[in-house]
C-alpha cells in the first residue's frame, strides 16, 4: 500500500488540518511550534511499529481547550485523530482478486482511520455483487441452488439466507461455513491486506545513543518495559546496537569468550562506519568501535560494577579515540538514525519513516548530505515524511514535495482566536516566516546554478551583465566571437566585494575572471 492521502483531526494543536497529499518523501515545512511534530505523532498512533510504539493518550493528545467539551462534542463515538487514504499495489489487488474474483474492488484506494481508544477503522469500496457470483461460480451453484439467495446483495445478507434455507444442499452448506470464517466480505479482505499495511517508526531529532551502557541494568530495564520510557531513549538505542550486532544484552552477560563477540561487535561496527563515510563527507577519518568489558570501580554510578559497553569514536588523522557521547551531536545523531534504520531493512513489513526534524544539528553541507541519503537508500523502498525548519533540509527541486504547516489565528472582536494548524500546498499564499526554509532553499539553488558556475565572469553589478550581454548579441550578428555560455556572469556588487567573493566560493575549484573598471578608493 501506498499512503496517498493523510487529514489530521483533534490531536494537540490541530483542530482539523485539512486534507494533504502525500509523496514518497513529503517535507513538511513550518516554524516552531506550528505543530509539525503533531502531524507526524498522530500518523504515527495511526498504525506504530514496534520500536516506537506511539500511543493516543485522550487527556494528553486531545486539544486542551476543547477536553471539558469532549463527551458533548463526540456523544456518539470516540474523536477521530487520523484519517489516510492508500493506493493499493498490484500485487496487494492480486492477492484479493484470487479469494474474491476479479473486479472485486470497486476503487483500488482505501481510508483507514484511527479514533481515541480504538483500533483502526477501514473503508474499502467492494464490489459485492462480482464477490458472490464468484463465490456461486466457486461453489458450482446450480441454477436451482442460486435461485433461493438471489435476493442477497451483501455477504453477510448471502450468510443470512443460507442460515435460514430449510433444506439446504451440501454445496449451500459448504458456502455458509465459508462465509462464517470470513465473518464479512470486508473483514476478510481487511484480513488479506493487513500484512500490507505499513508500520509507522517514528525517530526524533533527540533520539540518540547514550556512549555507554551498564548491561545487567539495561537487561532489567527492557524487561521491565520501562526501557520505552522517553528518558531510556538513548539506553534503548545501544541495545538496539547490539541486538544489530547479532548479540543479545543476555548473550552479553553468559558468553565466556571474548573473541566470540567481540567479532560480531567489530562487524556490526565496520558496517555502520561503511554506512556514516559513504554520507558523512565532513570527516572520512572516523571509525566506530564498540567494547564490552568489567566496570571499573572508580567510574561513576553505574558503570562501577557490572558489565559495561561502551562505544567510542576513533579518529584516524589525530591518531586518537574518544567517548561516543563527547562527538558533535550532529555526528551522534546520524550515528543513532542508522543504527534505527537497521531495524528498518531487516523487517518483513513494509515502514513508513516519520523523521521530526532530522539533521538538526548537522552543518549545511551534512544536511544535503542527507537528503542525498534519503533518495538513494530510503526512498526507493520507503515512504519518508519528515519535518524541517532548516532551508538546507528542503530539496530545491522537489519544491512540490513541501506542505506548509502554519498554526493559524483569526481575529474576532479584536481578539486573536485559534484556528489550529493547518497543512496546506499552496505555498504562495502563506506566512513569509513561514515560508522562510522554501525561500532559503530556492535562492541557494538559483545562486549555485544560474549566478555561479564551474567557470564564472566576475562583474559589478546587473548593469554590467546587461551590457556585455549586448554587446555578445551584437557580435554575434556580426559573424564574431560572442561570449561563451560555458561562463556565467555573476554580479558581485561592486568592486569591493570581489574579495570576498573569490574568498568564499574560490573553495569550489572555480574558475574566476574578473571585470572591474578602476576604483577610486584605495583596494581593501
Known amino acids: 500500500m501506498k499512503l496517498i492521502k493523510a ?167 459448504e458456502l455458509r461455513q465459508k462465509l462464517e470464517t470470513w465473518s464479512s466480505a470486508t473483514n476478510r479482505i481487511k484480513n488479506i491486506l493487513k500484512p500490507y499495511l505499513p508500520t509507522f517508526m517514528y525517530f526524533s531529532n533527540y533520539d540518540r545513543m547514550d556512549g555507554a551502557i551498564q548491561v545487567q541494568q539495561t537487561r532489567d530495564l527492557a524487561t521491565s518495559g520501562q526501557i520505552e520510557l522517553e528518558s531510556r531513549r538513548g539506553q534503548k538505542l545501544f541495545a538496539e546496537f547490539l541486538s544489530y550486532a547479532g548479540i543479545t544484552l543476555d548473550e552479553v552477560l553468559s558468553i565466556a569468550t571474548y573473541e566470540t563477540f567481540d567479532a560480531r561487535l567489530q562487524a556490526a561496527s565496520n558496517n555502520i562506519t561503511d554506512q556514516i563515510l559513504e554520507y558523512w563527507t565532513q570527516n572520512p577519518d572516523l571509525s566506530v568501535n564498540v567494547k564490552v568489558e568489567a566496570a571499573r570501580p572508580g567510574d561513576e554510578s553505574p558503570f562501577n560494577t557490572g558489565t559495561v559497553a561502551r562505544a567510542r569514536i576513533h579518529n584516524s588523522l589525530h591518531r586518537v579515540d574518544t567517548p561516543f557521547s563527547e562527538r558533535s551531536a550532529g555526528f551522534v545523531w546520524f550515528f543513532s538514525f542508522l543504527v534505527k534504520f537497521a531495524q528498518v531493512k531487516s523487517a518483513d513489513k513494509p515502514v513508513i519513516l516519520l523523521l521530526d526534524e532530522p539533521g538538526l544539528t548537522l552543518h549545511g553541507k551534512a544536511q544535503a548530505d542527507l537528503l542525498r541519503f534519503f533518495d538513494e537508500k530510503l526512498a526507493p523502498f520507503h515512504q519518508i515524511i519528515y519535518s524541517t525548519h532548516s532551508p538546507f533540509m528542503v530539496a530545491a527541486d522537489k519544491l512540490s514535495s513541501a506542505r506548509i504547516v502554519e498554526d493559524q489565528v483569526e481575529y474576532k472582536n479584536g481578539r486573536r482566536m485559534p484556528l489550529g494548524t493547518k497543512v496546506r500546498v499552496d505555498v504562495l499564499h502563506r506566512d513569509p516566516d513561514t515560508l522562510f526554509p522554501l525561500q532559503g532553499a530556492l535562492g541557494y539553488e538559483i545562486t549555485q546554478s544560474l549566478f555561479i558556475g564551474k567557470n564564472t565572469l566576475l562583474v559589478e553589478g546587473p548593469s554590467d551583465i546587461l551590457y556585455l550581454h549586448a554587446l555578445s548579441e551584437a557580435l554575434n550578428t556580426r559573424g564574431r566571437t560572442k561570449l561563451d555560455p560555458r561562463w556565467a556572469l555573476c554580479p558581485s556588487g561592486g568592486i569591493d566585494k570581489i574579495r570576498p567573493f573569490v574568498a568564499l566560493f574560490g573553495a569550489n575549484a572555480l574558475n574566476v575572471a574578473v571585470l572591474s573598471d578602476q576604483g577610486t578608493e584605495p583596494a581593501p
Open 7 to 173: 487529514r489530521i483531526q483533534n490531536f494537540r494543536s490541530i483542530d482539523d488540518s485539512g486534507e494533504f497529499g502525500i509523496d514518497q518523501v513529503t517535507c513538511l515545512v513550518g516554524k516552531n511550534e506550528a505543530g509539525k511534530s503533531a502531524v507526524l505523532l498522530a500518523l504515527a498512533a495511526l498504525n506504530p511499529h514496534p520500536s516506537t510504539p506511539i500511543a493516543l493518550d485522550q487527556e494528553r493528545d486531545y486539544p486542551r481547550r476543547f477536553l471539558t467539551q469532549y463527551q458533548t462534542r463526540h456523544a456518539t463515538d470516540h474523536a477521530v485523530t487520523a484519517t489516510t487514504t492508500w493506493q493499493l499495489e498490484p500485487n496487494e489487488i492480486a492477492a484479493v482478486e484470487a479469494e474474491m474474483g476479479e473486479g472485486a474492488f470497486k476503487k483500488t484506494e482505501l481510508v483507514i482511520s484511527r479514533r481515541y481508544t480504538e483500533a483502526p477503522e477501514w473503508q474499502l469500496s467492494i464490489n459485492f455483487p462480482i464477490i458472490i457470483e464468484h463465490l456461486f461460480n466457486s461453489y458450482k451453484l446450480s441454477a436451482t441452488e442460486r435461485s433461493s439467495l438471489k435476493s442477497a446483495s451483501t455477504t453477510n445478507e448471502l450468510l443470512s439466507i443460507l442460515s435460514q434455507l430449510g433444506a439446504p444442499t451440501n454445496k449451500h452448506t
